[in-house]
């Protein structure tokens, strides 16, 4: 198993950046993916940023050229850098690893709120 816990949420004003970390523990090795996703009252979960083992990259459109997601295998730990913040940013943000081959993911932070003010 993989254990998720994320850090770095908080309040900003618009056009602020915050910088999420998410530090996994436990069987690391098997980890294909890791991505972050967030969650606004009364909306579905979506995917932001998701990153691979072998290094490729995805972001939704929604956050493309202000978000950056990295990873630090070294120390199992998977950075989201955000920048120009938006109020409709504002959401839960969920650190999620995958290990099989299906595109899955099988271990969830417990989530972090950013909220960014107009």
């Known amino acids: 198993q993989v254990q998720l816990v994320e850090s770095g949420g908080g309040l900003v004003q618009a056009g602020g950046s915050l910088r999420l970390s998410c530090a996994a523990s436990g069987r690391t090795s098997s980890i294909l993916r890791m991505g972050w996703f967030r969650q606004a009252p009364g909306k579905q979960r979506e995917l932001v940023a998701r990153?691979?083992?072998?290094?490729?990259?995805y972001y939704a459109d929604s956050v493309k050229g202000r978000f950056t997601i990295s990873r630090d295998n070294a120390n199992n730990t998977v950075y989201l850098q955000m920048n120009s913040l938006k109020p409709e940013d504002t959401a839960v943000y969920y650190c999620?690893?995958?290990?099989?081959?299906?595109?899955?993911?099988?271990?969830w932070g417990q989530g972090t709120q950013v909220t960014v003010s107009s």
């Open positions: 999620a690893a995958g290990r099989a081959l299906n595109g899955q993911y099988d271990s």
């Open positions: 990153v691979h083992s072998v290094g490729s990259t």
